[in-house]
């Protein structure tokens, strides 16, 4: 099956601790997003990336980083200069980054900072 | 700013009475905008998107969405309700080369 998968599906953190959410494509998308998901406010774009060993920030993008050293895969660390990291972590990719072109999304993240 | 609105952050009706969700964007030109759907802790899944062409947009399980520039708007809609379209629903737009999401409008829909 073709898709995005994102591990792990919960992932628990202490407070100081980096952690780093998965995320793999096998569409052979060029363009890869990470976002996050916090109640209410819908989602927020932390990093994207157009292509192999390229990426730029997004609005949200303090206390995160990426890498993109393969085309099917966009790890994002959490590090523990983000102040509030509890939330849900969506990985998305598309084609590219035609405006004409959707995004299609893992399931999801959800990290819980305890 | 080129944002996206969605007026209602929860909207409920019966099962088999229709579904309105709304959505406004701004800006000055005619943006690409798109639907998305998202089941409890899921990733979202697109339900149509709109590209300049046709301005009735007809997606997946029934959804269908009319741009109207005069209004800034681009509603969702869908004749009749089923239970398993109890979600939360996205409206975003192309900003430059990325993506604007709506704050989101959970719909209900009771037996």
């Known amino acids: 099956d073709g898709g995005i998968t994102q591990s792990p599906k919960y992932l628990f953190r202490k407070e100081g601790q980096n952690v780093t959410l998965s995320c793999e494509q096998n569409?052979?998308?060029?363009?890869m997003y990470w976002y996050r998901q916090d109640p209410g406010q819908g989602l927020r774009l932390i990093y994207y990336?157009?292509?192999?060993?390229?990426?730029q920030k997004g609005d949200i993008a303090e206390g995160y980083s990426v890498s993109r050293e393969k085309k099917e895969s966009f790890p994002l660390t959490v590090t523990s200069a983000q102040k509030n990291p509890t939330a849900f972590y969506l990985c998305?990719?598309?084609?590219?980054?035609?405006?004409?072109?959707?995004?299609?999304f893992g399931p999801g993240t959800r990290l819980t900072v305890l | 700013a080129q944002s996206v609105t969605q007026l209602d952050s929860h909207v409920s009706v019966s099962e088999g009475t229709p579904v309105l969700l709304r959505c406004n964007y701004s800006?000055?030109?005619?943006?690409?905008l798109f639907w998305y759907v998202q089941h409890p802790n899921k990733g979202l899944q697109l339900l149509l998107k709109?590209?300049?062409?046709?301005?009735l947009v007809k997606g997946i399980n029934g959804f269908e969405a009319e741009f109207k520039k005069s209004e800034t708007s681009f509603h969702l809609t869908k004749p009749s309700a089923h239970m398993s379209d109890a979600a939360e629903y996205f409206c975003a737009r192309v900003r430059g080369q990325n993506f604007v999401f709506g704050p989101g409008t959970r719909l209900s829909v009771l037996p």
């Open positions: 990336s157009q292509i192999v060993n390229d990426f």
């Open positions: 709109y590209t300049s062409a046709a301005t």
């Open positions: 569409l052979n998308h060029d363009a």
């Open positions: 800006s000055s030109y005619s943006p690409s």
């Open positions: 998305a990719s598309s084609i590219d980054r035609s405006t004409y072109n959707e995004q299609f």
